[in-house]
Nanobody
């Protein structure tokens, strides 16, 4: 199992920046890919960016050039980050850290509790 705890959300003006963090503990040796998702009010949860253990990175189109995903390990914890710049009101959402683990051929998705990002115009 993996436990995920996010932090770093808040209120920011359009054009501003925020850095989100996610601390993953538990079965961290099993972790390969990690991702950020977001869910805006009244909308479905959507992928923001993903990063693998080998540092392969992919961004959704709206995040490319403005957001930067990264990760590192320390103290038996894997840390996932999302540096967001040039924020827009449409970036307002709850942001979730995600870790998919494969158990006996089945993908188990672990989620953090979410952190709210509000971008004012």
């Amino acid at each position: 199992q993996v436990q995920l705890v996010e932090s770093g959300g808040g209120l920011v003006h359009a054009g501003g920046s925020l850095r989100l963090s996610c601390a993953a503990s538990g079965s961290i040796a099993s972790i390969d890919s990690m991702a950020w998702y977001r869910q805006a009010p009244g909308k479905q949860r959507e992928l923001v960016a993903v990063i693998t253990k080998n540092m392969y990175i992919n961004y959704k189109e709206y995040a490319r050039g403005r957001f930067t995903i990264s990760r590192d390990n320390a103290n038996n914890t894997v840390y996932l980050y999302l540096q967001m710049a040039s924020l827009k009101p449409e970036d307002t959402a709850v942001y979730y850290c995600n870790v998919p683990l494969v158990r006996q051929g089945t993908v188990m998705n672990y989620w953090g509790q979410g952190t709210l990002v509000t971008v004012s115009s």
